[in-house]
């Protein structure tokens, strides 16, 4: 699809409100090397995701976590001699701990309002 159909289409207004979102700043940024999806095998799976995360936000089951900012934290671990701070390696621990109350949250099976049986 060309450049000109996807602005006529509104893709970077969507991508710039779904980059609100975003829970940390890594998945801001792969929303901005995103592309249009043409596989519908790929659109279909994300599609799921973002029904499941629709119904999470509909009910009022909020995400536990926000994530710390590690983009300085990340260019200082390449440098070989370098040391992380009291407050980086905070923050490094702080990321870890979100990202890992994150997805039990995700893996955490729930019932919403109307499901009966099984698993939710």
């Known amino acids: 699809m060309d450049g000109r159909t996807l602005v006529d289409l509104g893709h970077h207004i969507i991508l710039d409100e779904v980059q609100q979102l975003c829970l940390s700043n890594e998945g801001r940024h792969a929303l901005q090397s995103d592309v249009f999806l043409y596989d519908a095998d790929e659109l279909s799976r994300r599609q799921d995701i973002v029904e499941d995360l629709m119904e999470i936000a509909t009910y009022g089951i909020g995400q536990p976590v926000s994530f710390p900012d590690l983009d300085d934290i ?45 698993e939710g």
């Open 74 to 118: 990340l260019e200082e671990l390449v440098i070989p001699t370098h040391a992380l701070d009291g407050n980086r390696l905070y923050d490094l621990g702080t990321y870890i701990e979100a990202a890992r109350t994150f997805v039990s949250f995700c893996r955490t099976p729930r019932k919403f309002p109307g499901e009966s049986g099984g």
